[in-house]
């Protein structure tokens, strides 16, 4: 009889021992149906109830060990403030296939926050399982600057595109590389968000298309006010060609565009640092329509010069004179060997050039033999 008190009163004491309550405040860092895991960033508590991630609770209930690590059915949940040790992290808010703070280092929040993409945040929270669980948060707005391995946003005008895409953002290039399929083209005003790079020159690696955007095209000013950047607009006479046309009002040459030697064009190109680029251009008076300039001599301009041949000599080295005269005025056309051209007396000729001396005679020069018409021009 004895023995049997005994027993009964060490069970009594057992089950009281089992319903005895205790209190655990945590971060939920795990919901499912019905079973939610909080964590205080020492120890892990299961708790069967469905709780929201990512925010504090203060559960009391019967806590016990099981296979699988503490456990507890709770009598009452209730939100809560940390009473434990929180991290505090600063860095660039980088929400891209996942949540990351970019410090540079790359660190995965398990949630989101609100701020804008590459904005620099202060985060209090905890970590769990390799993610930093945010639990307060401050925004501190965007770098005004670039540093290497951080989100910047930058401003400028595209003035090279292909494999490199280059903007000017009024005071350097920077080398943009956008993401596959997207091309920018050149004369775009763009706000432009990316990661930084320091290298040679500073370069911006986008993530993804919806970090570009298009502000316009860029500010079109008269050709002698255009700066890099600026779209130039003006009229211009070409007196050079190849792979680009040199002109009479720039230094620079033009590229993306075809003209002949003589021809008067429209121009509305980019400018940069040491060309000019077609955007918009157009031949508004062929060279057939230029004025004959053979009684106009000035050494050193261009012209259009059209007559008759009183006469031709050619020396032994291939180098010919033709003597060109249009009423009382004359001039002698220089026909070096490479032209490839011959020309006979009484042969009507019209020639694009430039007026200079040959032994002190007027003669006129030029650049190949497309720009020399005999018979009906």
């Known amino acids: 009889m004895a023995?049997?008190?005994?027993?009964?009163?060490?069970?009594?004491?057992?089950?009281?021992?089992?319903?005895?309550?205790?209190?655990?405040v945590g971060l939920c860092v795990y919901s499912g149906d019905g079973f939610s895991i909080l964590t205080n960033g020492t120890e892990?508590?299961?708790?069967y109830a469905s709780l929201d991630v990512?925010?504090?609770?203060?559960?009391?209930?019967?806590?016990?060990?099981?296979?699988?690590?503490?456990?507890?059915?709770?009598?009452?949940?209730?939100?809560?403030?940390?009473?434990?040790?929180?991290?505090?992290?600063?860095?660039?808010?980088?929400?891209?296939?996942?949540?990351?703070?970019?410090?540079p280092a790359k660190i995965r929040l398990a949630l989101p926050i609100d701020a804008a993409k590459g904005e620099m945040v202060s985060v209090e929270g905890l970590w769990h399982g390799g993610k930093f669980y945010p639990l307060n948060y401050r925004r501190l707005g965007l770098h005004e600057g670039p540093v290497d391995g951080m989100p910047w946003e930058v401003e400028g005008t595209v003035i090279y595109s292909g494999r490199q895409t280059l903007i000017w953002n009024g005071s350097e290039e920077i080398a943009v590389y956008p993401p596959y399929g997207v091309e920018l083209e050149p004369g775009l005003r763009i706000r432009v968000l990316g990661i930084v790079r320091l290298y040679s020159r500073i370069s911006l690696f986008v993530d993804?298309?919806?970090?570009?955007?298009?502000?316009?095209?860029?500010?079109?000013r008269p050709l002698q006010d255009a700066a890099i950047g600026d779209m130039a607009v003006g009229n211009c006479t070409v007196l050079g060609?190849?792979?680009?046309?040199?002109?009479?009002c720039a230094d620079l040459r033009l590229y993306g565009f075809s003209a002949r030697v003589g021809?008067?064009?429209?121009?509305?190109?980019?400018?940069?640092?040491?060309?000019?680029?077609?955007?918009?251009?157009?031949?508004?008076?062929?060279?057939?329509?230029?004025?004959?300039?053979?009684?106009?001599?000035?050494?050193?301009?261009?012209?259009?010069?059209?007559?008759?041949?009183?006469?031709?000599?050619?020396?032994?080295?291939?180098?010919?004179?033709?003597?060109?005269?249009?009423?009382?005025?004359?001039v002698l056309l220089k026909l070096?060997?490479?032209?490839?051209?011959?020309?006979?007396?009484?042969?009507?000729?019209?020639?694009?050039?430039?007026?200079?001396?040959?032994?002190?005679?007027?003669?006129?020069?030029?650049?190949?033999?497309?720009?020399?018409?005999?018979?009906?021009?």
């Open 3 to 24: 023995g049997l008190v005994i027993v009964l009163t060490v069970l009594a004491a057992m089950g009281e021992s089992r319903q005895q309550s205790s209190a655990f």
């Open 44 to 47: 892990s508590v299961g708790v």
């Open 54 to 103: 990512g925010r504090v609770y203060r559960v009391t209930g019967v806590l016990y060990s099981s296979t699988s690590g503490l456990r507890m059915r709770p009598e009452r949940v209730e939100p809560a403030e940390p009473t434990f040790p929180i991290d505090s992290l600063t860095g660039a808010y980088w929400p891209s296939r996942g949540y990351y703070l970019l410090t």
């Open 208 to 220: 993804s298309r919806d970090d570009i955007l298009v502000l316009g095209l860029a500010e079109r």
């Open 241 to 248: 060609t190849g792979r680009s046309l040199k002109l009479d």
């Open 263 to 330: 021809d008067v064009i429209h121009m509305e190109a980019l400018r940069r640092r040491s060309s000019l680029l077609c955007l918009n251009c157009s031949v508004i008076m062929p060279r057939e329509e230029l004025p004959n300039g053979i009684c106009s001599f000035s050494e050193g301009m261009f012209a259009r010069i059209s007559g008759n041949v009183s006469w031709v000599k050619v020396y032994r080295n291939g180098f010919g004179l033709a003597n060109i005269t249009a009423g009382d005025c004359w």
């Open 336 to 377: 070096r060997k490479s032209l490839g051209i011959r020309l006979d007396e009484n042969d009507t000729v019209t020639a694009y050039g430039f007026f200079t001396t040959y032994r002190g005679m007027l003669a006129f020069e030029v650049a190949s033999g497309d720009d020399v018409c005999s018979g009906n021009c």
